[in-house]
């Protein structure tokens, strides 16, 4: 058997001391035919239990590399998962939940997967979910084809935590906020839609601890997906963003103001007290607005990646004919 890719699996934690013991066999047992180098890395979220010690006392009684990452505080998944991310040291990524919903024995096939397929991520799709219909199913399936929609990669589960990357690909990206229910979208600002992928992966239903999500997370997933939306399209170009809002609204608000000028002057009515000469000034004034935010933000934009070395395209791979 050929060696394959080093591997990190990445999970991150937040009061989930029931589930550690389980997790850490559960891995041990998935990954015990993976012919390459892996590491589990455990990244506390400022569990308020012990989830901490329990994961210290029980990393010493298996033989695979254990890392555990203390947090200062509760900084939310997306934190969590960037700090796994950063410190991870495979030449693949995977991410599950600590939950124990998400099944490890999956990750050596969705490895395997993810290269005979060639893609820089492939995306867990819990097919038989083990949630509840109404606060979870419902609102995940609203969301999925909302985002796909929206961002143009379509897939069946953005919320399935149960993911794998190439490296080189997700430490390009930086999660933010709430974003780690979007990692496709951006993932797909650096690397094209064809090579991002999803199979179906095993489901099971939570047995200790609780859920730390419910219907009210479905207004944030709406407002990150308005940020989404704007980073994906408009990163570089902001002014056209804040432009064309400008320029629409000021055609409008002038439309309203050469009628009722038409009206005053040219059929002498008076204008003074409706409404609509109100709405037009306001219209043409929220219009300049729009334009010069749209400017200074072209300007805050092109400082950034004058000042920071960074640029707004990705080089993959360089190819010659001479070796």
């Known amino acids: 058997m050929s060696t394959q890719p080093s591997l990190s699996l990445v999970v991150p934690l937040y009061n989930e001391q029931d589930n550690i013991n389980p997790l850490l066999k559960r891995v041990e047992e998935a990954m015990v035919d993976y012919s390459g180098p892996y590491e589990l890395i455990l990244v506390d979220d400022g569990s308020s239990d012990h989830t901490v010690a329990t994961a210290l006392a029980s990393s010493s009684d298996h033989d695979y590399e254990i890392r555990v990452l203390e947090l200062q505080r509760n900084f939310g998944q997306t934190a969590a998962m960037q ?45 038989n979910r083990k949630d509840k219909l109404f606060m979870r199913k ?17 897939i069946h589960d953005y919320g399935c935590s149960l993911k794998v990357y190439r490296s080189s690909v997700i430490k390009q990206v930086k999660l933010l906020g709430e974003m780690h229910r979007f990692i496709p979208a951006w993932v ?12 179906p992966v095993t489901h099971h239903a939570r047995i200790h601890g609780v859920s730390k999500y419910g219907i009210s997370r479905s207004i944030r997933v709406v407002l990150d997906l308005l940020s989404v939306l704007f980073f994906m399209k408009y990163r570089a170009r902001p002014g056209h963003f804040f432009g064309t809002i400008g320029l629409v609204v000021g055609f409008i608000g002038s439309v309203i103001l050469v009628y009722l000028g038409f009206d005053k002057f040219i059929l002498g009515h008076d204008i003074g007290t409706r ?49």
């Open 83 to 127: 700090a796994g991310i950063d410190a991870a040291t495979g030449e693949l990524i995977a991410t599950l939940d600590g939950d124990l919903q998400n099944d490890p024995h999956d990750i050596p096939r969705m490895v395997d997967a993810l290269i005979d397929r060639d893609l820089d991520l492939l995306v867990g799709w819990r097919e």
């Open 188 to 199: 797909a600002a650096v690397a094209p839609a064809r090579r991002i992928g999803e199979m």
């Open 138 to 154: 419902i609102p995940s399936w609203v969301a999925n084809r909302l985002i796909g929609r929206i961002t143009g990669v379509r």
């Open 275 to 323: 409404p609509a000469l109100l709405i037009g000034v306001v219209m043409v004034i929220t219009a300049f607005q729009f334009l010069t935010t749209g400017i200074l933000s072209e300007l805050m934009s092109r400082t950034y990646y004058e000042t920071s070395n960074t640029t707004h395209y990705v080089v993959r791979e360089e190819h010659s004919n001479h070796s």
